[in-house]
């Protein structure tokens, strides 16, 4: 029991550290976000291919809200 209490804590502290430097590096990702990217990382997903996705992503969600805004 120890030891997954510990797993969860350092996993919760290892997930603080990171939304700390994604906050400094103004990457504008919330929590879930990161902690979903840092899961398909960790399974081995190319991080070129991730960071295209979510640009890619960004760009489209960009786009959809500019059209439904009315001018």
Known sequence: M????GTSAAAKEAIDIL???SRLLNTGLD???L????QLLE???NPEALA???TTL???AAKIKAEESPS
Do not use: L, N, P, Y
Not at 2 to 5: A, L
Not at 35 to 38: A, E, L, R, V
């Open 31 to 33: 929590k879930e976000t």
């Open 52 to 54: 295209s996705v979510v």
């Open 2 to 5: 120890t030891s997954e209490f």
């Open 43 to 45: 399974m081995g997903m």
């Open 35 to 38: 902690i979903i990217c840092t």
């Open 58 to 60: 960004r760009a489209e």
């Open 19 to 21: 939304m700390e430097m």
